[in-house]
C-alpha cells in the first residue's frame, strides 16, 4: 500500500516563542507540556501528547545550545550554526534579558557576588519565581555589571552596543549597574513599598544629573561613579540654614508664592525650618560614602515621613519644592545657584517619585 506523503526541508531554526518563554521562566519539560496542553496546543497543532512531548525537548535543547551565545549576544548575530532570521534574533536576545522587577527589586544595591547568590533560593520562595529564572536574571546582572562598569562613556548606550538590548531595557540595567557600584541602601523596612520602577526612575536622574558623566562626556567610568567635586561642594549649601538671616528670608520669600495656593500652608510654614534642613544636611553629608548609601533612607525619613504625618497630598510637596528650589535666587549673599539647582533636580524628582500619599 503506497502512503503519500508531503515534505518540507528547510535550514531556518524553528524556535516557538511561548515555548521559549517556558524555557526562560525555568519550567521542565513535563511541566512545559503541561501548559502547552492546557493552553489547546494538541487541537492548534493536530498531534499527539507524545509529539508534543517530542517538539518541547527538542526546542528546549535548542535553547540549551543557543544558551552560550546569548551571554554575549553580538557572538548570536554573527554566528552560523542556527539559521534564525534577524527579527528572531532580537527577540531571543530581548527576552533572555528580559527580568521580573519583583526579583530585581530584591538584589537592587545588593554586591553582585557570589554572597548574593546564596540569597537566591530565599529570593525564589519569597516571589515565587523558580530557582532556575532566579539565576539567569543574576547571572545576567553580573555579567552586563562586569562589562560595563570600567568603559567610557554614556552607561545606558554601553549597554545597548554590547547586549543589543531595547532602549527601554538597557535603562534598567544602567539602573541595576548605578546601585550595585554605588550600594545605595534599598533594604530598609521604610522603603519596602518602593518599587525596581520607582529606584530605576530615581537612578535615571542621579546618572543624569550628578555623575561625572553628566558634565564631561569623556571621562573614565562616566555614568556609574558620582563626581565627587559636586559631593564635596555640596557643603557650601549649609549657609541656607546656618545664617539665620538667610533661613528667615528663604521661609518668607516660599511662603509668599504659597500662601492661598497649597491646603497645608500653616503646616508648611511652621515646618519650613525643619524641612530645609533636613534637604539642606542630606546635601552636606554626601561627601561621606555611608551618607551617599543611605540617600533614600534619609530623604523617607527626614522629608517624606514628617510630610505625610501632616497630610500633605503630592501637589503640596510639588508646589513646595518648586518655590524651595526657585526662591533661592533671591537670597542676598547666596553664591551657589548652579550647585543648589543641580541638587535640587533630582532631589525633587526622586521625592516626588518616593512620595505616594
Keep these: 500500500m503506497s502512503v503519500e506523503l508531503d515534505v518540507f526541508v528547510g535550514n531556518t531554526t524553528i524556535m ?21 496542553m492546557e493552553g489547546g496546543a494538541l ?3 493536530e498531534a499527539s501528547m507524545e509529539v508534543l512531548h517530542s517538539d518541547t525537548m527538542d526546542q528546549f535543547r535548542t535553547f540549551q545550545m543557543c544558551e552560550r551565545l ?15 532570521p534577524p527579527q528572531k534574533q532580537a527577540m531571543l536576545i530581548e527576552r533572555y534579558y528580559e527580568f521580573d522587577s519583583t526579583f530585581a527589586r530584591e538584589v537592587l544595591g545588593k554586591k553582585l557576588s557570589k554572597g548574593t547568590k546564596k540569597d537566591l533560593d530565599d529570593i525564589s520562595t519569597k516571589t515565587g519565581i523558580t530557582l532556575k529564572s532566579c539565576r539567569r536574571q543574576f547571572d545576567n546582572f553580573k555579567r552586563v555589571f562586569k562589562v560595563v562598569e570600567e568603559l567610557k562613556g554614556p552607561l545606558v548606550e554601553n549597554v545597548q552596543h554590547h547586549f543589543l538590548l531595547s532602549d527601554a531595557l538597557a535603562r534598567d540595567y544602567a539602573a541595576i549597574v548605578f546601585f550595585a557600584n554605588s550600594r545605595f541602601e534599598t533594604g530598609k523596612r521604610k522603603l519596602q513599598y518602593l518599587s525596581f520602577q520607582d529606584f530605576a526612575f530615581c537612578a535615571g536622574q542621579l546618572i ?7 558634565v564631561d562626556n569623556m571621562m573614565e567610568d562616566m555614568d556609574v561613579d558620582l563626581e565627587k567635586d559636586f559631593l564635596h561642594n555640596l557643603k557650601e549649601l549649609k549657609i541656607l540654614i546656618n545664617d539665620k538671616d538667610m533661613l528667615d528670608q528663604h521661609r518668607n520669600l516660599v511662603c509668599a508664592q504659597l500662601r492661598g495656593k497649597i491646603t497645608v500652608f500653616g503646616e508648611m510654614e511652621a515646618n519650613f525650618k525643619n524641612l530645609s534642613r533636613a534637604l539642606v544636611n542630606i546635601a552636606a553629608k554626601l561627601t561621606h560614602t555611608k551618607d551617599v548609601r543611605d540617600l533614600f533612607i534619609d530623604l523617607v525619613e527626614k522629608f517624606v515621613e514628617p510630610c505625610r504625618s501632616d497630610r500633605w497630598a ?11 528650589t526657585s526662591t533661592a535666587h533671591s537670597l542676598d549673599s547666596f553664591r551657589y545657584q548652579q550647585i543648589w539647582e543641580r541638587y535640587m533636580g533630582v532631589i525633587k524628582s526622586c521625592i516626588l517619585k518616593m512620595y505616594h500619599d
Design 43 to 45: 487541537q492548534v497543532f
Design 70 to 84: 546569548l551571554y554575549y549576544p553580538s557572538k548570536l548575530t554573527n554566528q552560523l550554526l542556527f539559521q534564525i
Design 208 to 214: 543624569s544629573n550628578w555623575t561625572v558623566g553628566a
Design 16 to 36: 516557538d516563542e511561548e515555548v521559549y518563554q517556558l524555557w526562560l521562566d525555568g519550567y521542565t519539560v513535563d511541566d512545559a507540556v503541561a501548559v502547552r
Design 314 to 324: 503630592i501637589g503640596d510637596v510639588r508646589l513646595f519644592l518648586t518655590h524651595y
